[in-house]
């Protein structure tokens, strides 16, 4: 069975933390991306990486940054959390092919306080 | 450029009615469609996809969804609902010759009721 992998459900950190959210997956994918969900506002692309070391930025990459040291490792940092970055964070993989669905993650639900 | 309109925030409908969740497009080239649900807390989940070929495609849990060029749709539909399809729905569009980057609608609740 296919696998995308986050490494919480649930995060509470403090404003100005650091923050580190891990995403692995098994299917030997290109393409990885990191989203975030609002209530009201769907998904917003926050980073996309279409092989290692590679990355582009999506719609609202501000505060964050991301590490693609490895084909099957995805890793989303914020680099001083604030307290408007608190979501649900969701990491997905697919294949190059335009034709291909993506695999999701179960999402990591983020607060800062 | 490319985009995805889901009309309707929520759909309430009664279990074993049937049920459709709308979902229009526009892109520049060839549409490549998708549909994912996602349950409460969870990530999203694929339910099916339109590539090429018949304009009705079957995908999980019993759902279709009707491709319709002229109309620039994509509608997903079910004969009969259950309760436990009550979650979110997303629409999502790809296009030849376009990015690697999907666009996703905003969501459609789907309420069941009993």
């Known amino acids: 069975d296919v696998k995308v992998t986050q490494s919480s459900r649930y995060l509470v950190k403090r404003t100005g933390e650091k923050v580190f959210l891990e995403c692995v997956q098994d299917?030997?994918?290109?393409?990885m991306f990191w989203y975030r969900q609002d209530p009201g506002l769907g998904l917003r692309l926050i980073y996309f990486s279409y092989d290692v070391k590679m990355k582009e930025k999506g719609d609202i990459p501000e505060g964050y940054s991301v590490s693609r040291e490895k084909k099957e490792r995805f890793s989303l940092i914020l680099e001083s959390a604030s307290t408007n970055q608190t979501s649900m964070y969701l990491c997905?993989?697919?294949?190059?092919?335009?034709?291909?669905?993506?695999?999701f993650g179960p999402g990591t639900r983020l607060t800062v306080l | 450029a490319q985009s995805v309109a889901q009309p309707e925030d929520q759909v309430n409908v009664a279990e074993g009615n049937p049920l459709t969740v709308k979902c229009t497009y526009s892109v520049s080239g060839n549409p490549y469609l998708f549909w994912y649900v996602q349950y409460p807390n969870r990530g999203l989940q694929f339910l099916l996809k339109?590539?090429?070929?018949?304009?009705l495609v079957k995908g999980s849990y019993g759902f279709e969804a009707e491709f319709n060029k002229s109309q620039t749709s994509f509608h997903l539909k079910k004969p009969s609902a259950l309760v436990s399809d009550s979650a979110l729905y997303f629409c999502a569009v790809r296009t030849t010759g376009g990015s690697y980057i999907p666009t996703f609608g905003r969501g459609t609740s789907l309420i069941v009721h009993p």
């Open positions: 997905a993989s697919s294949s190059p092919r335009v034709s291909a669905e993506q695999f």
């Open positions: 299917m030997d994918h290109e393409n």
């Open positions: 339109y590539i090429t070929g018949d304009n």
